[in-house]
């Protein structure tokens, strides 16, 4: 006698392939959700430790803004130290000085005290004393300055209506290097006890402007609201709720879990379908047991138990391979190609809780296959029913209805609290449940419309392809895992692929809106002898076309209807602008004229040949004075938030407030040799700083195709399984209606006319797939969207066509020959096999 077990194993002989293909899907979904899951793990890991290393081990920092124009005393940071949960507090200043006599720039100055919180929140490793300075990498550049060097500081203080000038001599202890993965920034750090007594507002009782803080674990948030209860004026930061940090990872881990229900999609249609195929083998000798006398309930468990085997190998079998993945390929991918030294840690609880759930999951899955399996009678295995038409139904108007209404209720309310973080996961939700009924109810939409069309396609293409489209009626629902499996994959291509893509234009726009031309000269330290002057020597360069200089951003005030609205303005060379198309030709007198933006000019009711009073703010008299008239010469597009007002270099205005070139923005037709020949401006200007566009062009290249070659992997494994999926139920599918195909024939269908009847069919499910999931991926990648309302979604169009051309060749390719195969197969021999 053989048990239960002995009978189901043997069951498998009958079909081994399906069996590896089974397993193997459930490996390759198990591997890349899992890895995927580790993978956010671990990024969630290092976002804490890069605030760690950002912040320091400061927990809270307490203090008041600069406008509040008060400063924390030595009473307040006793009480901050004696609350429960603090473990140390250290005080900080801040204002900014002047360095070196360059008084057109002021740095970035804060007073630190010698304990370890402080130090690891600036990163600096020496004692100060009270002549001792700490500077950045940039500044020691900038001054050319090192360790031991003396640096002279200047602070101009505010004593009544006079300013006072501290001036110290300091020496130089240590060079700060930039953090990794952040720009190089001018900060100087002294000690607290000198910088707080430079401060306004400052006295004895003094301690600082701000407090770190580091408390014991996870109390920082309670801390941080009893500080707040004692003065409600504070400002209180918590270091690890810094939105900055979390804008990547919440875009990230959106990205992972719509991928990895999408993959599950896949891998569950993938998995119906293949137990479809695995069934059909064995339902003879599933016949033979019930006609032998065996009970729905034996049937069921033989069913069950080659189920379970086939879900526990392929579990089992993608938790190794993601083992193997995270600790062996993902490090040495990750040196291969350089990439940034990620975490490839495994927390095995986390692991074991995923391998677990995904077998709960494709356990439930398997239940459906099991009742179909164990419910039909022995003449009904026997039969290939193949009708099973789609029928629409009151309860399901009313489910529809009610997740369209849900989903619409999360769209509102998302808007409603855009400002917190609940927004993000509430428009999550409700797009996946908008796309879920939408793609619930396509088949119907389908079986409709090959139903309207019937006509039309036997006029058009003649009554082999009617024949075809005839015969896919009953075999909508049949196919749909086919389908489904197709739509998953348009959907996981087109939001996958165009993200990375938007994130890819949305770099090369910032890099064009910060590199208007090849080259760009950057006055750090805003040189006021760097005047037009300069400009025209660099364009008597060989390899220089033409330059332009941009200015910093001085303030201009306009009477309009008696009051005064003021802006900011940029000085520009407006002739050389209208001549590169950067601004339309304008007509008048330069010397008076303005150039105001759309906005200004909307909002005022302003147009061209208006004349205007403008002014300065006089400080000592709080008021302000005019200083002429100006002319509306030109309307400009809206660039810079902030700027509504240009002028031209000769203006007046600009004679009078003498605004700083702050950028020579330079085209080259030679970068290297240009570089080489502006070489001599270091020694004049050592604070200058040169950068050229194609050179960040090209950096801001490699780091896109480093992240995106972390997900080509699961693109392609994705493509390659859900294709082969998708292939071998087809196939599987027209080698079973051989039968159906004889009888065609014997009527006299052509051995061409077949091939076209299959064609049509498989390429009509094909399509339809392809089809549909683009307009899902579409409106689901657009809905997303919506999470950052500000950023524009761009679709990437050549990938989606490239992975759609591949499907359609490889259907045409296998189906042609399947299809030739077939056709010319001998009748006789074809009605034996039926």
């Known amino acids: 006698?053989?048990?239960?077990?002995?009978?189901?194993?043997?069951?498998?002989?009958?079909?081994?392939?399906?069996?590896?293909?089974?397993?193997?899907?459930?490996?390759?979904?198990?591997?890349?959700?899992?890895?995927?899951?580790?993978?956010?793990?671990?990024?969630?890991?290092?976002?804490?430790?890069?605030?760690?290393?950002?912040?320091?081990?400061?927990?809270?920092?307490?203090?008041?803004?600069?406008?509040?124009?008060?400063?924390?005393?030595?009473?307040?940071?006793?009480?901050?130290?004696?609350?429960?949960?603090?473990?140390?507090?250290?005080?900080?200043?801040?204002?900014?000085?002047?360095?070196e006599n360059e008084v057109s720039t002021n740095f970035y100055t804060v007073g630190v005290e010698n304990d370890d919180l402080v130090k690891s929140r600036y990163h600096f490793s020496v004692n100060l004393a009270s002549n001792d300075v700490v500077i950045s990498e940039n500044v020691a550049r900038i001054f050319n300055k090192k360790v031991g060097d003396t640096l002279q500081i200047t602070f101009n203080k505010d004593v009544g209506n006079t300013i006072e000038a501290d001036i110290g001599e300091f020496i130089v202890q240590e060079i700060l290097p930039p953090i990794k993965g952040t720009e190089s920034i001018s900060l100087i750090l002294l000690p607290n006890d000198v910088l707080k007594t430079w401060m306004n507002f400052s006295d004895e009782q003094t301690a600082g402007m701000f407090s770190l803080i580091k408390t014991e674990k996870n109390v920082a948030t309670s801390v941080g609201m009893e500080i707040k209860q004692l003065d409600e004026t504070l400002r209180v930061d918590v270091s690890s709720d810094y939105d900055f940090f979390k804008e990547n990872l919440q875009a990230l881990m959106i990205f992972m879990i719509v991928l990895s229900v999408f993959i599950l999609l896949i891998s569950s249609v993938l998995l119906m379908s293949t137990f479809q195929l695995l069934f059909y083998k064995v339902k003879e000798q599933l016949m033979v047991l019930r006609a032998l006398g065996a009970t729905i309930k034996q049937v069921s468990r033989i069913v069950q138990l080659q189920l379970s085997l086939i879900v526990s190998f392929g579990v089992l079998l993608g938790t190794s391979v993601s083992l193997l993945v995270i600790k062996l390929w993902l490090p040495q991918l990750i040196s291969m190609m350089k990439l940034p030294s990620a975490r490839t840690e495994l927390p095995l609880v986390f692991v074991i809780i995923i391998a677990a759930v995904s077998f709960i999951l494709l356990q439930l899955i398997t239940q459906w296959q099991v009742q179909k399996s164990s419910s039909l009678l022995p003449l009904q295995i026997a039969i290939d029913n193949e009708n099973q038409s789609l029928q629409w139904?009151?309860?399901?108007?009313?489910?529809?209805?009610?997740?369209?209404?849900?989903?619409?209720?999360?769209?509102?309310?998302?808007?409603?609290?855009?400002?917190?973080?609940?927004?993000?996961l509430m428009i999550l939700i409700g797009t996946l449940l908008f796309c879920g009924i939408l793609l619930y109810m396509m088949p119907y939409l389908f079986a409709a419309l090959l139903k309207i069309s019937l006509k039309p396609i036997r006029t058009a293409l003649g009554k082999e392809a009617y024949l075809a489209c005839q015969q896919l009626m009953p075999q909508v629902r049949k196919n749909m895992p086919i389908v489904l499996s197709i739509i998953g994959l348009m959907i996981i291509l087109i939001f996958g692929s165009s993200l990375f893509k938007t994130i890819q234009t949305n770099e090369q726009k910032y890099i064009n809106a910060q590199y208007e031309t090849s080259m760009k000269i950057t006055n750090e330290l805003y040189d006021p002898t760097i005047t037009l002057e300069l400009i025209?020597?660099?364009?008597?360069?060989?390899?220089?076309?033409?330059?332009?200089?941009?200015?910093?951003?001085?303030?201009?005030?306009?009477?309009?209807?008696?009051?005064?609205?003021?802006?900011?303005?940029?000085?520009?060379?407006?002739?050389?602008y209208v001549a590169l198309d950067k601004i339309?030709?304008?007509?008048?007198?330069?010397?008076?004229?303005?150039?105001?933006?759309?906005?200004?000019?909307?909002?005022?009711?302003?147009?061209?040949?208006?004349?205007?009073?403008?002014?300065?703010?006089?400080?000592?008299?709080?008021?302000?004075?005019?200083?002429?008239?100006v002319q509306v010469i030109g309307i400009a597009p809206n660039h810079y938030f902030y700027i509504d007002f240009y002028l031209d270099w000769s203006s007046f205005v600009v004679a009078l407030d003498s605004p700083i070139i702050t950028d020579i923005m330079l085209e080259a037709t030679d970068t290297e040799q240009a570089l080489?020949?502006?070489?001599?401006?270091?020694?004049?200007?050592?604070?200058?700083?040169?950068?050229?566009?194609?050179?960040?062009?090209?950096?801001?290249?490699?780091?896109?195709?480093?992240?995106?070659?972390?997900?080509?992997?699961?693109?392609?494994?994705?493509?390659?399984?859900?294709?082969?999926?998708?292939?071998?139920?087809?196939?599987?599918?027209?080698?079973?209606?051989?039968?159906?195909?004889?009888?065609?024939?014997?009527?006299?269908?052509?051995?061409?006319?077949?091939?076209?009847?299959?064609?049509?069919?498989?390429?009509?499910?094909?399509?339809?797939?392809?089809?549909?999931g683009t307009f899902l991926g579409i409106v689901l990648t657009r809905m997303l969207g919506f999470i950052d309302k500000g950023s524009p979604m761009i679709y990437d169009f050549f990938t989606l066509g490239i992975t759609s051309l591949v499907f359609l060749i490889a259907t045409l390719v296998v189906f042609t020959l399947q299809g030739y195969w077939i056709s010319r197969k001998k009748l006789a021999n074809e009605i034996v096999d039926m």
């Open 1 to 99: 006698m053989f048990s239960m077990r002995t009978i189901a194993l043997k069951l498998f002989r009958a079909a081994w392939t399906n069996v590896l293909t089974s397993i193997s899907i459930i490996t390759i979904s198990i591997c890349l959700v899992m890895t995927m899951s580790v993978y956010i793990w671990n990024a969630n890991t290092q976002m804490k430790e890069d605030i760690q290393a950002l912040f320091g081990e400061m927990d809270l920092m307490v203090g008041y803004n600069p406008e509040q124009h008060k400063l924390l005393t030595n009473e307040q940071v006793s009480h901050f130290q004696s609350m429960p949960g603090v473990t140390q507090v250290s005080s900080v200043s801040l204002t900014h000085t002047i360095l």
């Open 584 to 629: 339309d030709a304008v007509n008048g007198n330069l010397e008076n004229g303005l150039i105001i933006t759309e906005r200004f000019a909307k909002e005022h009711q302003l147009s061209i040949g208006d004349t205007l009073m403008a002014g300065t703010y006089d400080v000592p008299l709080q008021q302000t004075i005019p200083i002429g008239e």
């Open 676 to 772: 080489a020949e502006l070489a001599y401006l270091e020694e004049r200007w050592p604070a200058l700083k040169f950068t050229d566009k194609e050179t960040i062009i090209e950096q801001s290249h490699e780091m896109f195709f480093q992240r995106w070659s972390l997900f080509v992997g699961v693109f392609v494994i994705l493509i390659a399984a859900t294709c082969l999926g998708v292939l071998q139920t087809l196939l599987h599918s027209i080698y079973a209606k051989r039968g159906d195909y004889a009888i065609q024939r014997l009527i006299g269908l052509s051995p061409n006319g077949l091939m076209k009847l299959i064609l049509t069919q498989v390429l009509s499910f094909v399509l339809y797939g392809l089809t549909v």
């Open 393 to 424: 139904k009151r309860w399901k108007t009313i489910v529809v209805c009610g997740t369209v209404i849900f989903a619409l209720y999360l769209f509102v309310n998302a808007q409603v609290v855009a400002s917190s973080g609940k927004s993000a």
């Open 536 to 576: 025209k020597e660099i364009e008597a360069l060989p390899s220089v076309s033409y330059a332009y200089a941009k200015s910093n951003y001085p303030m201009l005030d306009l009477e309009i209807n008696n009051s005064w609205y003021g802006n900011n303005y940029e000085a520009i060379d407006v002739k050389k």
